[in-house]
């Protein structure tokens, strides 16, 4: 059965969005790996500051099944479909790995570029996958986060 991982984020009610989306992901994939969360500044624009995470899961569905399902969780924490890419967000969940799915198909990028560009997405991943491989850098979670430019965009651990 395919290994999802998924990053999770919000800087409108971060705290209460990021809850929802957890208790309806938890209702659908249960059960789920929840990194630690991390408060940044928005990345692209002005704005509040962003709470992210990422959570992994196993399951039977398909990739197009768990992208539906997860913009369904994004509608039921008040994420308009096609909203700006660079603006703020009630939700954002982007699927970061796919088993070891390797896709360049529009809205299936995988793994997801930003994974090892974004220190809000590889932090977290890094924390609960430290040893899984990325399918085509061929390095571990912790490799990647260790040669990773940390000081670049500051990060705090929060509770959610």
Known sequence: MPEVFVAAGSNVQPEINLRKALD??????APLTISPAYRNKAVGFE??????????FITTDSLIDV???LQSVEALCG???????????SMDLDILLYDDVVSDEPGYLLPRPDLVKRPYMLKPMADIAPDRMHPTRRRTMRELWAAFDQGGHEMKEVRV
């Open 24 to 29: 309806a992901l938890e209702r659908i994939y």
């Open 47 to 56: 704005g509040e500051d962003f709470i992210n995470l990422v959570l992994g």
């Open 67 to 69: 992208r539906r399902n």
């Open 79 to 89: 994420r308009v479909p096609d909203a700006p890419k660079w603006a703020p967000r």
